[in-house]
């Protein structure tokens, strides 16, 4: 007689749970759903696209909602840009604007932000076309480098796999109607001036030093009032369609905003800009909301100032133009405005963060398009480089066979 099963006498459930395995089908994301964002396939945070593709590639797909995205540049107009192109993208998606200048009104910077167009005009050219290998027969091949012929071309364009963000004309600005129909909270400092002026200042801190000047204070404490006020605080129970909140705040650190940080190599406000963005992102934490902060980095002399100042950011690009410099006359150069670097990219529900295969990267300013490629010089075929390099290597030759012995003054030729 067969020994009776140990499942006999138990209930339905039991039976059920003494049978699973420990594949499971994995749940589905709890992220709330939201246009204009994604969850990132690199650490499942809820992202959104900055405006521009390439520097979304860059950045590891996206901009995760909650952190904060620092632009250093040494001249005003390629970070403004950035910046309109963020604000351009939240219009689109239907998201929330908060813009805060000093010099310029939030109203003329929305009325400048460029229109959208169509994939196909801005849409990057395949793969397939970019690689395609070199006519050895062709009127432009060149009769050097004979076994480089056959290899693909070098594919500058920076493109992901999947389509993230919308394309936009810089030549063009963005139609009035669609502009007034978006939501917009703006800060313009001359125009809280007096709000400025009447709130009571913070007290100084040990060393005597007031830690924000009042035109910063007056900023974050607006800022945080409307997180609260339209529903952006995650800490509160959500009474409308959940959205999330573009913030862009533009030329930070500068004199306009009362600070003397670009002034002064010893300036009583040393630590009046990395307070604000510490205040910054602990609002951003607990929000629905994703900033962009623009600051003149070229005015900063204090370079461990500067330093402080990424570290408390959570993404940090830096553009470096050629605009005054030996490399705006370079030929070797003629084809960028600028070279790119990646100062720092978050880690985000991850051990190791997703960095760009190549940290060589270079921006130009076409007619319609701010694009960022892979950084790739054409090759110096000119006779004196020629020349000088094969008279060095002659020179160090002959000082190697007289060092080591050898016969003769020939050296091998490579």
């Known amino acids: 007689m067969a020994a009776p099963s140990k499942s006999v006498g138990k209930s339905t459930g039991d039976r059920l749970s003494c049978n699973t395995t420990s594949f499971q089908k994995k749940s589905r994301s709890k992220l709330v759903s939201i246009p204009g964002t994604r969850p990132s396939v690199q650490n499942g945070q809820l992202i959104v696209s900055t405006g521009v593709t390439s520097l979304d590639y860059v950045i590891g797909g996206g901009l995760a909602v909650g952190t904060l995205l620092l632009i250093e540049d040494r001249y005003d107009s390629y970070s403004r840009m950035l910046l309109k192109y963020f604000l351009a993208e939240g219009v689109v998606c239907g998201h929330e604007l908060y813009v805060a200048s000093a010099q310029d009104h939030p109203s003329d910077i929305i009325q400048e932000l460029p229109s959208p167009i169509l994939d196909d005009i801005a849409s990057p050219k395949p793969v397939e076309s970019q ?75 040990a060393t005597g030093q007031s830690p924000m000047p009042e035109a910063y204070v007056a900023l974050l404490k607006n800022l945080q009032e409307v997180i609260h006020r339209e529903g952006f605080d995650g800490s509160l129970p959500q009474t409308k369609s959940r959205n999330v909140l573009r913030i862009g705040l533009h030329s930070l650190g500068s004199a306009l905003w009362g600070d003397d940080l670009c002034c002064r190599d010893n300036p009583s406000h040393g630590h009046a800009l990395t307070t604000l963005l510490y205040g910054l992102r602990a609002l951003l934490r607990s929000s629905l909301s994703v900033a962009l902060v623009t600051v003149p980095s070229h005015l900063i002399q204090n370079k461990a100032l500067m330093g402080r100042i990424t570290r408390l950011c959570d993404t940090a690009v830096a553009l470096e133009s050629f605009r005054g410099s030996e490399r705006e006359t370079n030929p070797l150069y003629k084809d960028y405005h600028g070279l790119l670097n990646v100062c720092q990219v978050p880690h985000l529900n991850c051990l190791v963060c997703d960095l760009p295969d190549n940290k060589d990267l270079a921006f130009k300013l076409k007619r319609k398009q701010f694009t960022i490629e892979r950084l790739h010089l054409p090759p110096d075929l000119s006779e004196t480089v020629s020349r000088v390099s094969h008279g060095g290597l002659a020179g160090a030759a002959m000082l190697g066979s007289s060092g080591c012995g050898s016969a003769g003054n020939k050296h091998l030729d490579f």
């Open 131 to 205: 690689t395609k290998p070199c006519d050895p027969e062709g009127p432009d091949t060149m009769s050097i480098a004979w076994r480089y012929q056959n290899l693909p071309k070098v594919q500058t364009a920076l493109a992901s796999s999947s389509r993230f963000g919308h394309y936009y004309d810089v030549s063009k600005t963005m139609d009035p109607e669609i502009c007034q129909a978006a939501r917009c909270h703006g800060f313009y400092l001359p125009e809280h001036s007096a709000t400025v002026s009447s709130s009571p200042a913070p007290p100084p801190t």
